[in-house]
């Protein structure tokens, strides 16, 4: 949770000195009526609509809509300041090659790459190149960022180093006449 800034503490400040609290409350709690059988029925015939959409997708339609979800992913990923735990860079470049119904070999075929190195790539062996992340945006035709990819990667290597405790506890063994300053 962020902390408010010093503008938005002025506002809520304004807020509790116009208004009390009952008053408050009252302006952000609405009183739910429980729905009509009108909107129930409508309601009903809404999500009916929705699945047959759903079940009658193409299978481009398919590909789009997953392409759409992970691109999303990857951005939630790299902005949030405490992503999913199993969220990473290969996790993404396998969900981006599964959505398209491909074999990991036919994928390296598509961006040129060794079907070796995909799989060191995907398994977090070997750091993927510039030239890699850039291929990867020309295969999405511009939809995922070779940024957002390197963004992600970077994430991914943050993650990491914040939770390993195991190197933390090892490298500082190499650590002497640490700073004595508080900040």
């Known amino acids: 949770m962020r902390t408010p800034t010093k503008s938005?503490?002025?506002?809520?400040?304004?807020?509790?000195?116009?208004?009390?609290?009952?008053?408050?409350?009252?302006?952000?709690?609405?009183?739910?009526d429980p729905p009509t059988a009108e909107q129930r029925l409508v309601e009903k015939a809404f999500w009916a609509e929705r699945r047959r959409q759903m079940a009658n997708r193409t299978p481009e339609e398919l590909k789009q809509s997953k392409l759409l979800q992970?691109?999303?992913?990857?951005?939630?990923?790299?902005?949030?300041?405490?992503?999913?735990?199993h969220w990473n860079f290969h996790y993404f470049l396998n969900e981006y090659i599964r959505a398209q119904n491909k074999k990991d070999k036919e994928f390296a075929a598509d961006v040129d790459v060794k079907p070796y190195v995909l799989s060191q790539y995907l398994n977090g062996h070997r750091t993927p190149p510039k030239e890699f992340l850039i291929r990867l945006e020309l295969?999405?035709?511009g939809s995922i960022p070779a940024s957002w990819w390197l963004r992600s990667l970077q994430k991914s290597k943050e993650v990491e180093l914040m939770q390993d405790t195991a190197i933390r506890e090892q490298e500082s063994?190499?650590?002497?006449?640490?700073?004595?300053l508080a900040l």
């Open 8 to 32: 938005e503490r002025k506002a809520i400040e304004r807020l509790f000195k116009e208004y009390t609290l009952e008053e408050l409350a009252d302006a952000f709690v609405f009183p739910v």
């Open 70 to 85: 992970i691109k999303y992913q990857i951005l939630n990923y790299i902005e949030d300041s405490s992503p999913e735990a």
């Open 139 to 141: 295969h999405s035709n």
């Open 173 to 180: 063994k190499h650590v002497r006449n640490k700073i004595e």
